[in-house]
């Protein structure tokens, strides 16, 4: 389903008929998390970020295999939105769109959640396909790591769903949407604590059976780079800054490390319970039961490539529909 006001889905463009040059909000409502981005874009300084942050919000718990938005997610929903819109007014947006991914375009009661929105809170609601995420992902990327004429690989774990997609520097090959968040993996494969070397072999299985479309483009194309982007992938970068000593930057918007950072990563916070992952510095506290899905997906993929450079994006899909809806 989907609700479009002044906010229209033409020829896979989101296009926004508004002040020119305005400042604007965008909130990426996610499964495990809200994200709001208030910016200025005009034709000379382009996107102008003014603020940007991220609250857990948990809306796929309890009811993301079950295809609704339960009663207690909808209503942090609901307060999460309101917070958001009260600071992005503050930040002088003067108007706010907001993009639900997979937890609302697979609930039966999405409908209630986005009249809601717009009712109490006069913010708009678009509910976009996977596909249209996966663009948006890819237009966001763009503006903080440069692509080449080889292709790359770009990748954004969800907690309800993960988009891959392949692009050059002047194209965009391929893209999907596969439902295999980190939040639904949890609910399909609860783990021990710590989890036990057969539970990640099942995971494994799991995604290798349900990845092989992805597999194929791999193999015929060869990507040179995995590029990760929003939700684990910010943990990942985080993590991995603190064990060099080197707080990633206000202003940075990407980084570079190797499969071989990210595999003595993994293999030590996969052999850690819960209780040491919460010390881990770098790991928020929400992405804590979910990280060791996250940490299995990513390691399949790059086996599945041979990938040994990885490239971490600070923009996402909020900076994407940023830059792709039209004053």
Request: hydrophobic residues 45%.
């Amino acid at each position: 389903m989907e609700c479009v006001t002044g906010l229209n889905m033409m020829a896979g463009s989101l296009v926004h008929r508004g002040a020119h040059n305005a400042r604007a909000a965008i909130i990426d409502l996610g499964t495990n998390t809200f994200n709001l981005l208030v910016y200025e874009r005009d034709e000379v300084r382009g996107l102008r970020i003014i603020h940007s942050e991220e609250r857990p919000v948990f809306l796929g718990r309890g009811g993301i295999e079950k295809g609704i938005i339960a009663g207690d997610a909808m209503e942090r929903g609901m307060s999460t939105l309101a917070v958001f819109k009260s600071i992005a007014v503050e930040h002088g947006a003067v108007r706010i769109n907001g993009f639900g991914t997979s937890a609302l375009r697979n609930a039966r009661n999405a409908a209630a959640f986005v009249d809601r929105a717009k009712h109490d809170l006069d913010i708009y609601i678009s509910v976009i396909p996977g596909e249209a995420e996966a663009e948006l992902i890819l237009a966001g990327v763009r503006q903080a790591v440069m692509l080449t004429g080889k292709p790359a690989l770009v990748m954004d774990i969800g907690g309800g769903s993960i988009e891959f997609i392949l692009a050059t520097d002047k194209a965009l090959m391929w893209k999907r949407s596969f439902e295999l968040g980190a939040t639904r993996l949890r609910e399909r494969i609860p783990i021990s604590d710590p989890i036990s070397v057969e539970e990640e072999a099942r995971i494994a299985a799991h995604l290798d059976d349900r990845l092989e479309p992805l597999y194929a483009i791999i193999d015929r194309h060869e990507p040179h780079v995995l590029i990760g982007s929003a939700g684990s992938f910010d943990s990942l970068a985080a993590m991995i800054a603190a064990e060099r000593s080197l707080p990633i930057a206000r202003d940075q918007r990407d980084m570079v490390y190797t499969s071989l950072e990210f595999d003595a990563l993994k293999e030590r916070l996969l052999r850690m319970d819960r209780a040491t992952r919460q010390r881990q510095p770098g790991l928020p506290e929400y992405r804590v039961d979910t990280l060791p899905y996250a940490l299995i997906a990513i390691d399949r993929v790059l086996t599945a490539g041979g990938i040994r450079d990885m490239h971490w994006s600070r923009y996402a899909l909020k900076e994407g529909a940023a830059v792709s809806i039209t004053n």
